[in-house]
């Protein structure tokens, strides 16, 4: 079976633009999380979305949005970008709700100038 | 709130050698307990985890006792291989249902020389 899927792969951006980065799940999982995870430090908690509603937020700025789609996959966009925004992105993927282990893309690195 | 405490890399072993690698974790609820392991240019692969105290996670030789009199989650490896060199992460589940929000450790980067 396919493992979580994100695109694109790498991007660079200056600052100002937005970006759109998008995920697929594990077929038969709901939920999706997105993570930050700037250089060097552990991925931080950017949003959870189960059933296409949001059910958790981290302690980010509100450039930063979320969907979810009717097939589960999600999309993430950031407006106005800024140079902190700088990292890898990653999504993970799970069955629900009830303490299930999350799966994780390979991410998506992204760079703004 | 919750949060991870791991033990800071750089770490640098020999061939078979045996591995240790801290963490610790807020004591907040009942939290699930994960190991994640990031190889260079790539995501993150779960390694390990454990749902419940005296719990022990297991695979590819690597072990962790979720501990919770010691609020602790350590990583062991009996014998490393070159291959081991990696990022590893302990990170912990929500206190509460509700969300999947993990919480993760800042990694430690192992390397194991021939």
């Known amino acids: 079976d396919a493992g979580v899927t994100q695109s694109p792969t790498h991007l660079i951006k200056t600052r100002g633009q937005q970006v759109t980065l998008r995920c697929s799940p594990i077929s038969g999982h709901k939920s999706v999380s997105w993570y930050q995870q700037v250089l060097g430090q552990g991925p931080q908690f950017i949003f959870q979305?189960?059933?296409?509603?949001?059910?958790g937020r981290g302690n980010f700025p509100d450039r930063f949005s979320a969907r979810q789609f009717p097939n589960y996959s999600s999309e993430l966009n950031v407006n106005a970008l800024l140079l902190g925004d700088s990292a890898l992105y990653l999504c993970?993927?799970?069955?629900?709700?009830?303490?299930?282990?999350?799966?994780f893309g390979p991410g998506t690195r992204l760079l703004v100038l | 709130g919750d949060s991870v405490t791991q033990m800071e890399g750089p770490v640098t072993l020999s061939e078979e050698a045996f591995l240790t690698i801290n963490c610790t974790y807020t004591?907040?609820?009942?939290?699930?307990l994960f190991w994640y392991v990031q190889y260079p240019g790539e995501g993150l692969q779960l390694l390990l985890k454990?749902?419940?105290?005296?719990d022990k996670g297991s695979n590819k030789g690597f072990e962790a006792t979720y501990r919770k009199e010691t609020t602790s989650f350590h990583l062991e490896k009996g014998s490393v291989q070159v291959s081991d060199s990696a990022v590893y992460f302990c990170?912990?589940?929500?206190?509460?249902?509700?969300?999947?929000?993990?919480?993760f450790g800042t990694g430690t980067r192992l390397t194991i020389i021939p």
């Open positions: 990170a912990r589940g929500p206190s509460n249902f509700g969300n999947e929000k993990l919480t």
């Open positions: 993970a993927s799970s069955l629900g709700l009830a303490r299930e282990t999350q799966y």
């Open positions: 979305y189960y059933e296409k509603e949001e059910r």
């Open positions: 454990a749902t419940k105290a005296d």
């Open positions: 004591a907040t609820g009942y939290p699930s």
